[in-house]
């Protein structure tokens, strides 16, 4: 992966599925510049997609926001790459079906430097 925005990697490979959501949040006094790429066993990378996200705030993505749903099988389980220039927690809420209601995980990052 060509990493352009920063070295502090995270990933979360829980299994991501469409209608998830990845909580980005900044505990930085600064600007983050994030890249996410999603991943599933024997399939091609999709990504990287880029956003940014406030200093000291929080930005909820959805994998149906970055991917054309046609792009995402419902029934494979994506890892995702997070990559940022500041300090960052990535914390998935994962759907249940057609559930509404969330179940939560919180995710300690791992960083690794370049």
């Known amino acids: 992966m060509s990493t352009v ?6 990933s979360v490979t829980d299994g991501c599925a469409p209608g998830d ?3 980005l949040d900044n505990v930085s ?18 990504g990287p997609f880029r956003s940014m996200v406030p200093a000291q705030r929080t930005r909820a993505l959805s994998l149906d926001d970055l991917v ?3 792009d995402l099988s419902p029934d494979t389980p ?4 997070v990559v940022s220039d500041a300090t960052m927690v990535v914390h ?3 759907r249940s079906g057609e559930e ?3 179940e939560d995980r ?3 990052p791992s960083y690794s430097p370049r």
């Open 68 to 70: 054309d749903s046609d």
């Open 29 to 46: 006094p600064t600007n983050a510049h994030v890249e996410l790429t999603l991943c599933a066993e024997g399939e091609t990378p999709l």
């Open 100 to 102: 509404e209601a969330s």
């Open 92 to 94: 998935l809420a994962q």
């Open 5 to 10: 925005v920063g070295t502090r990697k995270m």
């Open 21 to 23: 959501l990845l909580h």
């Open 106 to 108: 919180a995710r300690t």
């Open 78 to 81: 994506y890892s995702v790459v």
